[in-house]
């Protein structure tokens, strides 16, 4: 497996001028969604290589996300997003061995939680 763009990667490639802030950051959560899938993948299969190398991106897409936070603004869910991506992305930088399929699953349900969230905010609006 070549570790290869993320559809949400080429979506913002393709559309970067278009994009609002809200549906970049839509992309990044869903990019960040397959980049866990394909982690999991990897260790299951015994792939180092490319585990190596998705985990570097997913945890980047995830400091992104931390970068993103506007934390005057944002006031207690941008402090509280700021302590859960900087968990994960702890999380993933310290597992090993056997514990990085129950890290990137656990990795994984947060970012969906998030994703809900973020989804629903589509919704109401």
């Known amino acids: ?10 979506i913002m490639e393709q559309r970067a001028d278009e994009l609002s802030s809200y549906q970049v950051i839509s992309l990044l959560l869903a990019g960040a969604m397959e980049r866990v899938s394909q982690a999991k993948t990897c260790v299951r299969e015994g792939n180092e290589a490319d585990k190596a190398v998705l985990m570097a991106k997913l945890i980047g897409i995830i400091n992104g996300l931390r970068q993103s936070l506007d934390m005057r603004a944002g006031g207690d869910i941008a ?3 700021d302590i859960l991506y900087n968990y994960m992305s702890e999380r993933l930088s310290t597992c ?3 514990e990085e399929m129950i890290a990137l699953s656990e990795v ?17 609006g």
């Open 79 to 81: 402090t509280n997003l």
């Open 96 to 98: 090993s061995g056997p």
């Open 1 to 10: 497996m070549s570790v290869a763009p993320t559809n949400a990667a080429r």
């Open 108 to 124: 994984g349900k947060l970012i969906d939680n998030v994703k809900q969230g973020w989804d629903a905010i589509d919704k109401e």
